[in-house]
């Protein structure tokens, strides 16, 4: 299953970019400090305020940057070796809840996701019976899943069309399908063609009880086996949030700059994400809400048929760890 992410990088903001080179010498071998990014705002702008900031030179690290276009092929990597560190989307967290990673922290919380309808559709309800396109095991999906359920409806009572994003585009523009599952910026093309679409539902109405988070992953063994080098990743990482959610007009630039990326477009995904401190996020670690969180998805991983059996959070999130970093 892809996350969301997988498809960012059909947009000008997920330009791609190569293996960063920093000059200064490390206390930790580049080889350790592997670690993969998704090309858009959410994931690229820590690693772009990290550099500008100088905050791996405060540790004494040396980070080998690697881009990839979604979660999943950065935890495949990391059952190859070839990389410690990853930030991936929602919808791969599946593959820690399998136990192939460990999640050791939270980036952030997307808000983009919406099911969509044609103008003459008022409500989740009129949805019955209604044909609706959704890249199917994605954020569009889950969107999907949590808005028919609020609204009393199951799956068997619409009809599922399984297409892919750039698909769900052309299906709704043409009135081929009368509602979707989706998210901006996507959606904001559809709004191009279709300026009185309606937003029936979307992750505000969820939240915080569920939460499109996106985080940090760990491969097992350096978890396992160098702790002191997870922390101080999760150091950076915090001190980058934290820099970012203080300065998030300048973070956009710095950005955009790291991309090569439009800078409209990438301000635009930064504003339909919830940014949080460092110290909201332990306190999230804390009192139990990442778990929760984390279950909230193993329960979507199971309805999907992705996951019978996830592990429960507590064997595959280092809360531990974020919280003493």
Known sequence: ????????????????????????????????????????????????????????????LKPDLKVFTNGPIQIQAMGAGSLNFGTIGPGALW???????????VNDI??????????????????????????????????????????GLKLSDVQIVPMDPSTVVAAFSSKQIDAAGLWYPL???IKARVPNLKELIGNKDFYPDTSFINTYVARNEIV?????????FIRVMKKAMDYRVANIDRSVELTAKFLNAPLQATSNVAHSRKMLTSK????????GTVDKWLTQFNTMFKEFGM?????PPAQYNANDLFIQA
Request: no cysteine.
């Open 95 to 105: 593959l820690p809840a399998s136990g192939r990673a460990k999640v050791i922290g």
């Open 187 to 189: 959606i904001d093309v």
């Open 307 to 311: 996951l019978p059996n996830p592990l």
């Open 110 to 151: 997307g808000f983009s996701d919406r099911i969509i309808a044609q103008p003459e559709i008022g409500s989740i309800a009129d949805l019955k019976g209604k044909k609706i396109g959704v890249p199917q095991g994605t954020s569009g999906d889950m969107i999907l899943r949590l808005g028919l359920a609020k609204a």
């Open 280 to 287: 909201e996020l332990e306190g999230f670690a804390k009192d």
């Open 224 to 232: 396992a086996q160098d702790p002191k080098l997870v922390t101080s």
């Open 1 to 60: 299953m892809l996350s969301r992410r997988a498809f960012m990088a059909t947009t000008a903001a997920a330009a791609a970019v190569g293996t960063l080179p920093f000059a200064r010498p490390a206390k930790a071998a580049s080889g350790d400090l592997t670690i993969g990014y998704i090309a858009d705002f959410p994931n690229a702008s820590v690693f772009a305020i990290a550099e500008d900031q100088k905050l791996w030179d405060a540790e004494g």
